[in-house]
């Protein structure tokens, strides 16, 4: 988690053995060590690092205290306030043994030692900027999708989906306000790793509704309900980096109905590619998908719509020609 001179020495002597032109870096964060930056910079490697979440900036990660819901105390120098809120693991000590280890990197200056960050959000990308790293090392180039079919068979079938971990900062306590006490159906598939999701079934225990918990499942059983579903919710309350749950929606020509925060606006243009709803506002999320529901022409249409933008903006072609083009600038002709 601080820094692993085993893990410096050994992948020196990796890259001495490989001799790459460049280290792209997709996550070492609690993997690996800050330590193979520095292997890298010794040797005159070149070093891109794919941003995916906050962690530069947040302990946590997220940006997201589960006590308050969204903060940005780290990022505006209140160090200690990870530590008062217990943001890792609700637990002080793990709390502060991650602030410790992020004040260590900042000192040491690992952000300092990447020549550029590959960044999928412009959201995340001005957050980064307002951390210190220069404009010019930060590089926005979203994720793609690999789309097998040009043309999907997919049905509407009067069914929401929600496609993702089940836990507080995904933002289903809202989602699932949201669809009690309606004949709307909503189906849930993700996985849980403590009791929040008895939580969220006690709350909706006694009432009426129509939402089902499917549990975890693998893609190719996802699959078949993204084809049949009318639309896909993300209702995160946490700022969400870019998920791929919107790009797989997307895929199966179903729009997404998300929370108007973060990238999310980025990714659902309103009306366009899916509907926008207020943060943690039931209510409004109630009356959008009521509106789809009723609207299937209207559902149809922005499907097309989010298909034709993953066959363009976020095609595996258009990703690779960016990435390729930043990797060239970067190599150095000594390593070619």
Not at 121 to 134: D, W
Not at 201 to 230: D, P, T, V
């Amino acid at each position: 988690m601080f820094y692993s001179c085993e893990a410096k020495r050994k992948f020196t002597q990796l890259l001495r053995d490989t001799r790459p032109d460049l280290v792209y870096i997709i996550q070492y964060h609690n993997k690996i060590s800050p330590s193979v930056v520095f292997a890298a910079r010794s040797l005159g490697i070149p070093v891109v690092h794919r941003i995916s979440d906050m962690q530069y900036m947040c302990p946590n990660a997220l940006f997201y205290a589960p006590n308050r819901g969204i903060c940005e105390d780290c990022l505006h120098g209140k160090r200690l306030s990870c530590i008062k809120q217990k943001c890792v693991l609700n637990s002080r000590i793990y709390s502060a043994i991650k602030a410790a280890a992020k004040l260590f990197h900042d000192i040491i200056g690992v952000h300092k030692k990447i020549d550029a960050f590959v960044v999928p959000a412009k959201f995340t990308l001005e957050h980064l900027q307002e951390f210190g790293i220069p404009a010019q090392k930060l590089h926005h180039i979203p994720t793609f999708f690999n789309l097998k079919e040009n043309d999907p068979a997919v049905n509407y079938q009067p069914f929401a989906l929600y496609i993702g971990r089940i836990v507080q900062s995904k933002g289903l306590s809202t989602l699932v306000e949201a669809f009690a006490d309606t004949d709307m159906h909503l189906k849930i598939i993700g996985r849980c790793n403590d009791n929040y999701i008895d939580r969220l079934k006690q709350s909706i225990a006694n009432r009426k509704h129509s939402i089902e918990f499917l549990g975890e499942m693998k893609f190719g059983q996802i699959k078949e309900y993204l084809q049949s579903c009318m639309f896909t919710i993300v209702p995160s309350e946490w700022y969400d980096n870019f998920p791929n749950v919107v790009l797989e929606s997307f895929a199966f020509k179903k729009p997404v109905i998300a929370t108007n925060i973060g990238s999310l606006p980025e990714l659902v243009e309103d009306g366009v590619t899916g509907r926008l709803f207020n943060y943690k506002d039931a209510n409004h999320l109630r009356t959008i998908a009521e509106n789809l529901f009723s609207d299937v022409e209207s559902v149809k249409n922005m499907g097309d719509n989010a298909f034709a933008r993953v066959q363009s903006v976020y095609s595996p072609t258009t990703h690779y020609q960016s990435l390729i083009n930043l990797f060239n600038s970067l190599v150095r002709p000594s390593n070619n």
